[in-house]
């Protein structure tokens, strides 16, 4: 990946596979998009998402206007299969039991590169669909990048395939299930260069951020 | 992950724990089974009467009012803090190193490799966390220590790390960085981080402390003077 500067990079497998699921996914979903303008053309950012089933990330990597990768759990990456597939798709392996440098190093470095990176700032899936607490350390990384986060919200995923629950991946055609994947104007945090200066602006951001996440989810 | 996972204990009549497998469960004393619906609502069967569909968040909330994980003593109304809240069989791993991921040559990150060694039992008491692996007993002394084999363990709560669940399991971090994933046997994952970080809140409340997050490490801050602790 860091052999080609920002936007040369081929991502080839990445866009043959978006292409092909969007096939799959119209079939299977009714789905609608809102403020897909929020999304810059070029120039980082970062996507904030409540996470509410395993569909969002496949969602998200299909349908969002840009190549975007998202910071994905480490234990996806253990098969063979996933360990090549899921980097070349735009998953970033982060460790979720320990504080992982590495991940936040490769987001850095993308958001440096231009790209665009998504963030489940909850953690993980909820239970019940409602927005959890939002975690103080993806907080703070988001603003150390001091880039636009854009809250964005994938309605209808819960009911779909809840973490508790199951999903028919082979049911295609009539009676598809409404999804709404939507954008809020972009929230800028400005330059928060220092540690200090982050503790003292995270609870704010985190009430911002949480208040634009409820509302994006709203239906 | 099951249905059962996340209904530990039958939201109608309280009874523990609630039985079932994949996208069904069901109480083994009022006989109400719960099954996954269309999309995320649950279908309710009584054991009389028309079914009826409910969600998630209602059925959570009633395991809520039913007191959640605990046992009642953990808020105050058991006669001992020490008393046993919980055990369960376990099968168990723990991280042994790393795979490195890397795409078109570049390192993007680190997947832990979790060695599966057996089985054990794990236990809940009001401020220690006990785990004996079969075959083995665990040394209880102040903080973590490990038995012979290198692999049970006995630690005050203040000595856990971090507590989260993922794939199913359970995953403990311990002061020396040490994770343990735990696969229960007959329990339910949920439960068990539930049960933990509401352990973690009252261990860290009795010293003035509440806990801001459980993961990827605990972070608390200090109760505002004159705060119920």
Redo the contacts between chains.
């Keep these: 990946m860091t052999e080609r500067p920002a936007g040369e990079h081929p991502m080839v497998l990445y866009r043959v596979l978006r292409w092909t699921m969007s096939f799959y996914f119209r079939a299977r979903m009714k789905i609608r998009f809102e403020g897909e303008d929020n999304v810059p053309e070029k120039g980082p950012f970062f996507l904030v998402l409540s996470h509410q089933s395993d569909l969002d990330s496949l969602l998200l990597h299909t349908f969002c206007p840009r190549l975007i990768f998202t910071l994905a759990k480490s234990s996806v990456f253990r098969t063979r299969l996933m360990a090549w597939l899921a980097p070349r798709v735009g998953a970033v392996p982060t460790r979720r039991y320990q504080i992982d440098p590495q991940s936040v190093r490769v987001a850095l470095r993308l958001i440096e590169r231009g790209e665009g990176v998504g963030v489940f700032a909850e953690g993980e899936r909820s239970w019940d669909g409602k927005l959890q607490p939002l975690r103080c350390g993806t907080i703070s990384f988001l603003l150390k990048a001091g880039v636009p986060v854009i809250p964005c919200g994938l309605i209808g995923t819960y009911e779909i395939l809840p973490r508790w629950g199951h999903m028919n991946w082979f049911k295609l055609g009539f009676g598809r299930e409404p999804v709404i994947i939507r954008y809020a104007e972009p929230i800028h945090f400005g330059p928060h260069d220092d540690r200090t200066s982050r503790e003292r602006a995270r609870p704010d951001a985190t009430n911002r951020i949480a208040s634009a996440l409820q509302a994006v989810m709203a239906r | ?3 059962h ?2 209904l530990y204990r039958c939201p109608r009549c309280g009874h523990d724990p609630l039985g079932g497998r ?2 069904r469960a069901k109480c083994s004393s009022c006989g109400t089974g719960f099954q ?1 619906g269309r ?2 609502l649950i279908l309710v069967h009584p054991p009389q009467g028309p079914v009826e569909k409910a ?3 209602s059925l ?1 909330a009633d395991l809520e009012k039913m007191g959640g994980p605990g046992t009642g003593r953990e808020r105050g109304t058991g006669s001992s803090e020490e008393s046993l809240l919980r055990e369960a069989r376990v099968a168990f791993g723990t991280a042994g190193g790393y ?1 490195v ?12 490799r979790i060695s599966w060694r057996g089985e054990g039992l794990i236990r809940l008491e009001g401020k220690s966390l006990t785990f004996t692996p079969d075959g083995k007993a665990a040394v209880r002394r102040d903080g973590v220590d490990s038995d012979a084999g290198g692999e049970g363990f006995s630690c005050l709560l203040g000595d856990i790390r ?1 507590v ?4 199913g399991a359970v ?1 403990v ?1 311990l002061e020396r ?1 040490q ?1 343990y994933q735990f696969e229960f046997v007959d329990d339910s994952a ?1 439960r068990w981080e539930d049960l933990l970080c509401l352990a973690l809140r009252c261990f860290y409340r009795e010293k003035g402390r509440s806990v ?2 459980f ?3 605990v ?1 608390t801050e200090w109760l505002p003077i004159g705060s119920d602790r």
């Design positions: 992950m099951p249905i996972h996340m994949k996208g996954q999309g995320s969600s998630a968040t959570l795979d991921i890397r795409c078109w040559g570049e390192v993007i990150g680190f997947s832990e971090g989260q669940i993922s794939s995953q971090t960085g994770l949920k801001i997050e993961k990827p490490r972070v």
